[in-house]
């Protein structure tokens, strides 16, 4: 692996070493009372936020200081991104500043490809922390990672990825990831979240989500992203719940094995019910303790090998 | 590591067979005989582990325990130490797969720690086994047991017990197969390969 930009395109081998890195990694770590590997000592890590973001950040930073490496967090409010400077020259005046890997959040689709691009010549490496409505690979990973901790291989299993389809990064990432590892999708969502083209991402399309209840391995609630809507998508809030919302009533439709995943933060009450988020069938907790282990192994895998022709 | 790849019965590269099935079942033989005494395990005075270093000292690790427990009686236990993630040349190879650590519950605080592993050459490996040792506990000593020490040592590492001491030069390859990973158990000397 160069960078991890995508989810599209990640072969099945590449994807199952780096959930079997993070499995080993996982009981590696298991409890011990310093949790610290030396294997990224004089590495450094750049995470490069231009969104706010709590898990995802300290995630990242959680991941890097757990394997030794310097870890620098730069937010764009408090950067001389906020002077006007550009991406381009941000990401090269991190990397003559001698960072390994730029880890990056950026609203714009495709920045993260950019960036890739410009850094490739003097040889940093990035990691895509989510682009816009484009995607966000690591959340992919640590889902499967969770999924295959509750459900074993995901071969044949069937996934619903409920919610806002058209803004998600998630969404996106998962579709991609849980088709190479050979799952089922059925996105579910109002025709109006739904974007154009999904059909072609490989999974079915669905608007009503009752029925598929009792078929179902797994359900992805997304959250709604207001700050990504701008009106018009849903009459209202409370309609969207009753329609989408994953409540108790639906919950017992779920066959008893199935899992309930949500990539946070959660809108409580609206698309899934307090009750739903805190039973032991949701894996949500999980879900962001996998999140360090997943993505020490990305950096594993990017910044442990052979140096690559810098 | 090179010196642990199995070796390849169309590869052309010339090999010599060092140690029969026969030879490394009476070296691991004589290897339990030698810890049994050294540590005076059967008196009942000490608290050995052992530990393997994958991938082909964990399932040394196994025999030794089990031939320690057919000559003494006594159950040590086992485990597996994954060292990869503390090993100090990760940027100069391709990346490898992690192996799984695997403790005796019982732990390694005060126990005496015998680390196990198939071939003793930098002694690189064990260095890092050290290191990741150290971060799972504080065993009261190590020792270290190799089926094969072939020399060349890059740190001031010597083994406790060694089945069959092999001088070699840079550009030989010794390759330890075993049954549980090469499906039997010999040791071969692959001439005119850089190691």
Avoid at chain 1, 302 to 308: D, H, I, N, Q, T
Wanted: glycine share 8%; with cysteine; hydrophobic share 40%.
């Amino acid at each position: 692996m160069r960078h991890l930009l995508s989810t599209e395109g990640l072969d099945a081998a590449t994807a199952t070493s780096v959930l079997d890195t993070a499995d080993t990694l996982k009981q590696t770590l298991l409890g011990r009372e310093v949790k610290k590997l030396p294997t990224l000592r004089g590495r450094t890590v750049v995470t490069l936020f231009y969104e706010n973001s709590t898990r995802t950040r300290v995630s990242f930073e959680v991941a890097g200081k757990w394997m030794s490496a310097d870890v620098i967090n730069v937010s764009a409010s408090s950067s001389s991104v906020g002077k006007g400077e550009s991406l381009r020259d941000t990401a090269l005046t991190l990397a003559a500043a001698g960072a390994d890997c730029v880890i990056i959040r950026h609203p714009a689709s495709g920045a993260a490809h950019r960036l890739a691009g410009w850094l490739d010549g003097v040889g940093s490496q990035v990691v895509n922390a989510g682009d816009g409505m484009h995607e966000h690979p690591t959340q992919a990973l640590l889902d499967a990672a969770t999924l295959r901790e509750r459900l074993g291989e995901l071969a044949g299993r069937r996934i619903a990825i409920v919610g806002d389809l058209l803004h998600s990064r998630v969404a996106r990432s998962n579709v991609h990831l849980l088709r190479t590892l050979g799952a089922e999708v059925v996105l579910v969502a109002p025709p109006t979240l739904v974007p154009t083209g999904a059909e072609q991402w490989g999974a079915e399309v669905r608007h009503e989500l009752d029925p598929e209840l009792p078929k179902l391995d797994a359900v992805m609630v997304l959250r709604v992203q207001a700050e990504r809507m701008h009106g018009g998508f849903f009459p209202s809030a409370r309609e969207y719940s009753i329609a989408y919302g994953l409540n108790q009533a639906r919950l017992d439709k779920l066959p008893e094995h199935a899992v309930v995943l949500h990539p946070g933060p959660m809108l409580r009450g609206m698309e899934i019910a307090p009750a739903v988020a805190d039973s032991p069938r949701a894996a949500i907790t999980q879900q962001v303790s996998n999140g360090v282990h997943v993505r020490m192994a990305v950096l594993y895998h990017l910044l442990a090998g052979e140096e690559l022709g810098a | 590591m090179a010196s642990r790849r199995a070796a390849d019965a169309a590869d052309p590269v010339e090999q010599r067979e060092l140690l029969s099935t026969g030879d490394v079942a009476r070296t691991i033989a004589r290897i339990a005989h030698q810890i049994i005494e050294k540590t005076a395990l059967d008196t009942g005075s000490s608290d050995v582990v052992l530990l393997g270093i994958p991938t082909r000292g964990a399932p040394l690790a196994r025999r030794l325990a089990a031939k320690i427990s057919e000559f003494s009686g006594v159950t040590v236990p086992t485990g597996a130490l994954d060292i990869t993630l503390y090993r100090d040349d990760l940027r100069k190879r391709p990346n490898r797969p992690l192996e799984p650590t695997d403790l005796p519950v019982s732990g390694i605080d005060d126990a005496l720690v015998v680390l196990v592993d198939d071939v003793l050459f930098s002694g690189r490996t064990v260095r890092a086994a050290l290191d990741a040792l150290r971060d799972q506990g504080r065993p009261r000593a190590v020792q270290l047991a190799v089926l094969v020490d072939r020399g060349h040592r890059e740190l001031p590492i010597r083994a406790d017990y060694v089945g069959k001491n092999i001088p070699t030069s840079r550009s030989e390859d010794v390759a330890v197969q075993l049954a549980e990973s090469d499906g039997q158990d010999r040791v071969v000397l692959r001439r005119g390969k850089e190691a």
